[in-house]
């Protein structure tokens, strides 16, 4: 049985996938107000591409989600300024990507996006291109994957390989970049709008900046496209400082948390937009979903992925519906999952580990490897066996610098702060 279906939602309100490019998302992006202000300023500014960071779960990606789709109804609306269209997919760049793949994924994309928004498009006064090409894609089975150097079309109950030179793989880039070129001739007239995420796949931010160097020329700078690219702990920082990226990217933009007071906003946005009853049930007080916020360090996906982990556990049991009875019962649960998670983790951390822990807690939960005499270490390969054990335990991320291996930055994750909420209140 779905217990959200039997509390009166259509859809479970805790689900931790980036917010939509839709209507969806605008209503559910809470507290974001003057992020979202940059965002459209720099997309508004080609040809630089925009760069966002951010801790991880803190809502990167639904920031740069509804902030693209706000320009693009702005568009809609008025008729005026450019047309920024959000792709209908968003990247990930990993250490075993295939470069030339991961191109043609993206122009993949861009060419669907394009069919896809074509009639929305048209009634706005912006004449789309009615080349023979995009006619044959329009009207015709769409490419779905490339082998072999041929794309596959699939239409209806049969698939058929495509042999002419219009459809191989350079053909294939020339004519999508035909299309932009056609829609927007200028800088000035709008692009579709793609966004690179969680771009700490990459590891290391060597790895990032050799990784977008060799994108540069054949993505990042291609007439038609808006690059946002989006990443966690330096990383951008650390990009943004590469020669050969000089004048391509826009500086960082920075996104904290959401503010503690707007967190019950959150919560609030998700039960209205989600609920299919008039007054459905949620066994979660507003000032407990709030606290749940604070103690993950403003973690939002954290935040909404233990919301949901409490609401399968009172589910078992005895629903509370006064507040008091709420609260008690969250108290409860919060501290078995606090509990639970830091007897796993005592398996796998020593009690010197346990101490630099607790001392970076207590300091706000982030620091380098330059910092070691504030934990009482003489030296970094002193501190370094600890920070190890914190992190394969998960309590502790790290990025490095590899240009600069002093530039790293340590901080503990929402499991960690989770743990440390036990080691605090435990007995």
Not at 6 to 21: D, R, S, V
Not at 25 to 51: C, M, S, Y
Not at 376 to 389: E, L, Q, Y
């Given at each position: ?133 995009i006619d044959r894609w329009l009207n015709s089975p769409h490419v779905t994957s490339y082998q072999a150097g041929f794309w596959l079309l699939s239409g209806g109950r049969s698939t058929e390989t495509n042999t002419s ?79 050969r990226l000089e004048g391509v990217l826009h500086a960082p933009i920075d996104v904290p948390g959401v503010d503690d007071a707007l967190a019950t906003r959150i919560l609030d946005s998700r039960v209205r937009a989600f ?153």
């Open positions: 049985m779905n217990i959200y279906r039997a509390w009166g939602y259509g859809t479970p309100p805790f689900q931790t996938t980036a917010l939509p490019a839709n209507e969806l998302g605008q209503e559910l992006l809470v507290g974001r107000d003057a992020e979202l202000q940059k965002l459209k300023v720099q997309l508004h500014h080609p040809p630089k591409a925009v760069t966002v960071e951010g801790a991880n779960g803190v809502g990167k990606t639904s920031l740069v989600n509804v902030a693209a789709y706000s320009c693009y109804v702005d568009f809609l609306k008025s008729g005026e300024g450019p047309l920024l269209i959000p792709c209908a997919q968003t990247f990930q760049l990993c250490d075993d990507n295939d470069v030339e793949a991961f191109i043609d994924s993206v122009y993949m994309a861009v060419g669907q996006t394009l069919i896809d928004e074509a009639e929305a498009i048209q009634p706005s006064g912006r004449n789309l291109p009615r080349t023979q090409s030179a219009g459809f191989q793989r350079s053909g294939f880039r020339k004519e999508i970049r035909s299309w932009l070129k056609d829609i927007f001739a200028t800088p000035e007239d709008g692009g579709v709008v793609c966004v690179i995420d969680n771009m700490e796949l990459l590891q290391t931010s060597a790895r990032a900046r050799t990784t977008l160097e060799a994108l540069r020329d054949s993505l990042l700078t291609v007439p038609g496209l808006r690059w946002v690219l989006c990443g966690a702990a330096g990383i951008i920082q650390s990009v943004a400082t590469s020669p609920a299919v009853k008039k007054e459905p049930y949620i066994p979660l007080h507003k000032a407990d979903f709030e606290d749940l916020y604070n103690l993950l360090n403003r973690n939002i996906r954290s935040t909404l992925s233990r919301a949901d982990n409490y609401c399968l556990w009172v589910s078992e049991r005895a629903h509370p519906y006064s507040e008091e009875e709420k609260h008690e019962v969250f108290l409860h649960w919060l501290t078995l999952e606090s509990s639970s998670a830091l007897d796993a983790a005592r398996t796998m951390v020593g009690q010197r580990a346990w101490r630099l822990f607790d001392e970076v807690s207590r300091c706000g939960g982030e620091f380098s490897p330059g910092d070691h005499k504030d934990f009482g270490f003489n030296s970094t390969p002193a501190m370094g066996p600890h920070v190890r054990d914190l992190e394969n335990a998960g309590l502790l991320t790290s990025i490095q610098d590899d240009a600069d291996r002093r530039r790293k930055t340590i901080q503990i994750t929402s499991k960690g702060w989770l743990i440390a909420h036990a080691r605090k209140n435990g007995p």
